[in-house]
Nanobody, 122 residues
Framework: QVQLVESGGGLVQAGGSLRVTCVASGPTFSSYVMAWFRQAPGKEREFVSAITWKGDSTYYADSVKGRFTISRDNAKNTVHLQMNSLKPEDTALYYC???????????????WGQGTQVTVSS
């Protein structure tokens, strides 16, 4: 069982940067693929990024590629999403998620956090 808690969201101007963090509890964190999803008001939850348990493979949605960077620290049970060159369309509730194998599909993830709000003003 993995429990996930996100933090680091906030309000930032377009072009700015923000880093969101997910802290996991549970002895098997290092064996999970960790991912970030986001959900804007009135829209479906969408994949943002994922990282394998060793951190040797990363995946990004086309909309964030080159602007966002995912990383993890297995010793601290944390995963980060560094977001640069933020745009108003990045405004959403950002969720951390975990599963055994990489996937971009929302319904394939077993564990979810409560989300942290990121708001980008124009």
């Amino acid at each position: 069982q993995v429990q996930l808690v996100e933090s680091g969201g906030g309000l930032v101007q377009a072009g700015g940067s923000l880093r969101v963090t997910c802290v996991a509890s549970g002895p098997t964190f290092s064996s999970y693929v960790m991912a970030w999803f986001r959900q804007a008001p009135g829209k479906e939850r969408e994949f943002v990024s994922a990282i394998t348990w060793k951190g040797d493979s990363t995946y990004y949605a086309d909309s964030v590629k080159g602007r966002f960077t995912i990383s993890r620290d297995n010793a601290k049970n944390t995963v980060h999403l560094q977001m640069n060159s933020l745009k108003p369309e990045d405004t959403a509730l950002y969720y951390c998620a975990a599963r055994a194998l990489p996937s971009r599909l929302v319904n394939e993830y077993h564990y979810w956090g409560q989300g942290t709000q990121v708001t980008v003003s124009s």
